[in-house]
């Protein structure tokens, strides 16, 4: 399965919504996520579009304006987030879609069910893990990172 850039650009942007949301009460400009994550604005504002519609995220409007997640970090799931801007497959035939026809070669292909067993374990696991456990794994190894050591610094002529 290769995730699209706009899958990918919508699970950057809603972390970082929520990282610096201040626990979802300051409301952040599309214009700071775009630069914080090196995503065009323009671009982020069709994904933000889709993800309004999804319920995902609220808008705020006025000069402190912004967007804001629409449930707490700990209830967004990131298969939510992706499979709302676009279909979760790894292949065609096994599309969940509702505009795609169902595969011909359903009933006699082999590889059918391996096909879907696959599909179904990425979205299951996709849907264990959600914008509040990346962040705090995030933290958790910032935490854990050692001070650079300047050069020479503890080090013994030999």
Same mark, same amino acid.
């Given at each position: ?79 939510? @987030? ?5 279909? /979760?497959? *790894?292949?065609?035939? $096994? &599309?969940?879609? !509702?505009? #795609? ?20 374990? @990425? ?5 264990? /893990?959600? *914008?509040?456990?990346? $962040? &705090?794994?995030? !933290?958790? #190894? ?17």
């Amino acid at each position: 399965m290769k995730l699209s850039s706009k899958g990918q650009y919508a699970v950057r942007a809603l972390i970082d919504l929520s990282y610096n949301s201040d626990d979802n009460s300051v409301p952040i400009s599309l214009k700071d996520i775009a630069a914080r994550e090196s995503i065009s604005l323009h671009y982020l504002e069709q994904i933000f579009f889709i993800l309004k519609k999804a319920g995902i995220v609220r808008s705020l409007r006025g000069p402190n304006g912004g967007y804001l997640l629409n449930k707490k970090p700990s209830e967004i799931l990131i298969g939510d @987030i992706i499979s709302s801007v676009e279909p /979760i497959e *790894i292949i065609s035939c $096994i &599309s969940k879609s !509702k505009n #795609k026809k169902e595969c011909g070669r359903r009933s006699t292909c082999l590889a059918f069910d391996m096909w879907n067993s696959i599909s179904n374990k @990425i979205t299951e696991f996709l849907n264990s /893990i959600t *914008i509040e456990d990346v $962040i &705090s794994e995030y !933290k958790q #190894k910032q935490k854990h990172k050692l001070p650079k050591k300047t050069a020479g610094a503890g080090t013994k002529n030999c």
